[in-house]
């Protein structure tokens, strides 16, 4: 991986764990190499997130995402387990609207 390459994938990481108020963990990508308490890019939400970006690698993610009335994608590979995508503004309000009670 090229220099500009890894940076971009540190501004990425820092701006995913901005967006949720988490924290990206530092040596991420060298997990194999320096123990498991850095694996996954960010920590947030309880929840431990590998962060990806590609300039236009996830098209038809966010195809099936713009579709009227969708609000999250449900996806399994044979054998594999069910993968939930939903995008980051809604997953906020899901979790603001857990804290303060209400059940939208």
């Given at each position: 991986m090229g220099r500009s390459q890894k940076q971009k994938g540190n501004r990425r990481e820092r701006e995913f764990a901005k967006l949720i108020g988490g924290m990206r963990i530092p040596l991420s990508g060298a997990a194999k190499?320096?123990?498991k308490e850095h694996t996954g890019d960010v920590d947030g939400l309880g929840l431990r997130f590998e962060v990806?970006?590609?300039?236009?690698?996830?098209?038809t993610i966010y195809k099936w995402l713009e579709q009227d009335g969708?609000?999250?994608?449900?996806l399994k590979a044979?054998?594999?387990?069910?993968?939930?995508v939903i995008p980051a503004e809604?997953?906020?309000?899901?979790?603001k609207s857990c804290g303060s009670g209400s059940t939208t």
């Amino acid at each position: 991986m090229g220099r500009s390459q890894k940076q971009k994938g540190n501004r990425r990481e820092r701006e995913f764990a901005k967006l949720i108020g988490g924290m990206r963990i530092p040596l991420s990508g060298a997990a194999k190499h320096v123990g498991k308490e850095h694996t996954g890019d960010v920590d947030g939400l309880g929840l431990r997130f590998e962060v990806k970006a590609r300039k236009d690698g996830f098209k038809t993610i966010y195809k099936w995402l713009e579709q009227d009335g969708v609000d999250a994608l449900a996806l399994k590979a044979d054998r594999k387990e069910w993968l939930v995508v939903i995008p980051a503004e809604r997953l906020m309000e899901l979790i603001k609207s857990c804290g303060s009670g209400s059940t939208t």
